[in-house]
C-alpha cells in the first residue's frame, strides 16, 4: 500500500537521502511547464558503479520505510539507474551517462526546485 | 507454404527511440547535445528488416539479404508517420519484388526503390534484424496484444514456433517477433503488416517511459552493430528524451493485384490517401464522418460525453481492448480525432467506416 505523500516533499527527501550518500550535483527539475506526461525529475551523479548502486540501496530501503516503492522496470543500466515513484521520476547516473544524456539540458526551460 | 521469413520493424522504435532527429551536425561535443528549442527536422527515413538466410536445409546461418518489412518514415517535427510498404510490390528499379531490392543493392537501391513507390525523399536507411527487434521489445519490457483467431505454426529451420489461442497475450522479445512473422492466415502480408503497426505502436508508448531508458540505451548500443543504417549510436542515443512527445501515425501503402503474384502501387489511392497523410494540416472543425467507439467501462462513458459535448454523435460498443488506438481509412478525419484524443493512428488495410475508436484500460491512470 503505497501512502500518498506531497510530489514536492517526496522531491525534498529524495534529495536529502541522495545527499546523505554524497550523490554529487544533485537536480530536482519541475517538467509539468513542459512534458504533458512527467511531473518531477531528480538527477544524480554517482562517482562509481559501486557508488550507484548505494545510492539506489539508500534510496529504495529509505523510501521502502514509508511505503513507497518504485515501479517495477525492465533490466537497469549499470550506468544509469532510473527510479519511478510516480509523479518523480529518479535518474542516478555515472558522470559520464550525465554528461552524455544531458538530461537538463534537453529540458533546459524546465523549472529547478 | 510456410510464413516468409519476413520481419518486422520496430525500427520505428529503435529509430524513433533515437534516431529522430539525425540530420547531419557540426562536429564538436557541444553540437550533439540534443535540444528542445525550435523545430525538430523533417526528414525521409526507410527502415526495413532483414530476414534470415539458409546455409542449408533446416539450417539458418543469420541474417538474409531479403526485407519483407519495408516501411517509409517521415519525422514531421515531433510527428512521426510511416507507411508499409507491402513485401509483392513490384518495383521496376529492382525489376522484381521490392522486398529483392536490399539484396541485390544494397541500401541505396532499397531507398530508391522505395522512393519511387512512396513518391518521398528517403534521406537514411535503418535495416534491422529479427535479433535486434526481439531486443528491443525485451527492453521496453514486451508487449500485450489481442488474438482474434487461433495462430499455431511451426518452422523448425526458422525457429518459428508460434502457438497462440484467441484472447490476450503478453508476449517478450522473440514471441513477438513470431506474432509479428505469422502470416500463416488469410489475409497474409497485409494482416502481418497489421499486426506490426499494432506492435510497434505499443514499443513507441512504452518507449517513452523514462523508466525504459536505460535498458534501451543499453539494447540499443547491444544491436547497432547488427545493423545497417547511416545513423550513428551517439547521434540516436543523445536524443532519447525526445521520444517524449512523439506522435507515431501508421498506414500501408494503398496497392492493387497484378499478373502472377506482384502487386502495383495504385496511383489512385495513394494520390488521395499519401499527401493528406504527409500534409500537416489539421481541420477546425471535427469532420463529418461516422465516428464508432469501442471500448470498456469508464473509458467508453467518458469519451462518449466528451464527442456528445462536441456536438457528436458517436456509435458505441462494450468490448475487451488491449490497447487504445484509433482506425481509419481517411488521412483528415484520423489526423483530426487522433490528436483529439491523443492516440496513435493506425490505418488497416481493411476498410473501416468512418472512424473506429478503440479505448483500452491503459488509457486510465
Not at chain 1, 543500466?77 to 518523480?88: C, K, T
Not at chain 2, 499527401?275 to 470498456?296: C, Q
Amino acid at each position: 500500500m503505497v501512502k500518498p505523500k506531497e510530489a514536492t516533499a517526496l522531491v525534498q527527501q529524495v534529495k536529502d537521502l541522495l545527499l546523505e550518500k554524497k550523490a554529487q550535483n544533485v537536480v530536482a527539475l519541475d517538467l509539468r511547464a513542459v512534458s504533458q506526461s512527467l511531473d518531477y525529475f531528480v538527477l544524480a551523479t554517482a562517482t562509481s558503479t559501486p557508488h550507484l548502486q548505494a545510492l539506489e540501496r539508500h534510496l529504495v530501503e529509505k523510501l521502502e520505510e514509508e511505503h513507497l516503492r518504485p515501479r517495477p522496470t525492465e533490466g537497469q543500466s549499470p550506468r544509469w539507474v532510473v527510479l519511478d515513484y510516480g509523479e518523480v521520476v529518479v535518474h542516478l547516473m555515472t558522470r559520464e551517462a550525465r554528461e552524455f544524456y544531458d538530461l537538463e539540458g534537453f529540458w533546459a526551460d524546465a523549472a529547478r526546485l | 507454404m510456410r510464413p516468409r521469413l519476413s520481419f518486422l520493424l520496430l525500427a520505428l522504435a529503435l529509430f524513433l527511440l533515437g534516431g529522430v532527429l539525425s540530420l547531419p551536425r557540426p562536429q564538436g561535443e557541444a553540437a550533439v547535445r540534443p535540444s528542445r528549442a525550435g523545430a525538430l527536422p523533417e526528414m525521409g527515413l526507410v527502415v526495413a528488416a532483414r530476414d534470415i538466410e539458409y546455409c542449408g536445409y533446416h539450417t539458418p546461418c543469420g541474417p538474409g539479404s531479403r526485407t519483407d518489412t519495408i516501411f517509409y518514415v517521415r519525422l514531421l517535427g515531433e510527428e512521426v508517420r510511416a507507411v508499409a510498404i507491402p513485401r509483392d510490390l513490384y518495383s521496376p528499379l529492382v525489376g522484381g519484388k521490392i522486398n529483392a531490392a536490399y539484396g541485390r543493392g544494397g541500401a541505396e537501391l532499397l531507398k530508391r526503390a522505395v522512393e519511387e513507390a512512396v513518391g518521398m525523399v528517403a534521406e537514411r536507411h535503418l535495416i534491422l534484424t529479427l535479433d535486434s527487434v526481439a531486443k528491443v521489445v525485451d527492453a521496453v519490457g514486451g508487449v500485450e496484444v489481442v488474438v482474434e483467431r487461433p495462430m499455431h505454426y511451426e518452422d523448425r529451420a526458422a525457429k518459428l514456433f508460434i502457438h497462440l489461442e484467441p484472447g490476450r497475450h503478453y508476449l517478450r522479445g522473440a514471441e513477438a517477433v513470431a506474432y509479428m512473422r505469422f502470416r500463416h492466415d488469410a489475409l497474409g502480408d497485409y494482416a502481418r503488416l497489421d499486426r506490426i503497426k499494432g506492435v510497434l505502436a505499443q514499443v513507441l508508448k512504452r518507449a517513452q517511459n523514462p523508466a525504459t531508458w536505460p535498458a534501451l540505451s543499453l539494447a540499443l548500443r547491444e544491436v547497432w552493430r547488427e545493423l545497417d543504417t547511416d545513423l550513428t549510436l551517439e547521434e540516436a542515443l543523445a536524443q532519447l528524451p525526445a521520444v517524449r512527445g512523439l506522435k507515431l501515425s501508421l498506414a500501408t501503402l494503398p496497392t492493387r493485384e497484378g499478373p502472377g503474384t506482384f502487386l502495383y502501387v495504385d496511383e489512385e489511392r495513394k494520390a488521395a490517401f499519401l499527401s493528406p497523410f504527409f500534409g500537416t494540416t489539421l481541420p477546425l472543425e471535427p469532420p463529418e464522418v461516422p465516428v464508432h467507439l469501442k471500448g470498456e467501462g469508464p473509458a467508453l462513458a467518458w469519451a462518449r460525453a466528451w464527442l456528445s459535448a462536441l456536438g457528436l454523435n458517436p456509435t458505441w460498443e462494450e468490448a475487451p481492448v488491449a490497447r487504445s488506438a484509433l482506425y481509419t481509412q481517411d488521412p483528415v478525419a484520423g489526423a483530426y480525432f487522433a490528436d483529439l484524443f491523443h492516440l496513435p493512428l493506425l490505418a488497416p488495410h481493411l476498410p473501416v467506416e468512418g472512424v473506429v475508436v478503440e479505448l483500452g484500460p491503459d488509457l486510465l491512470p
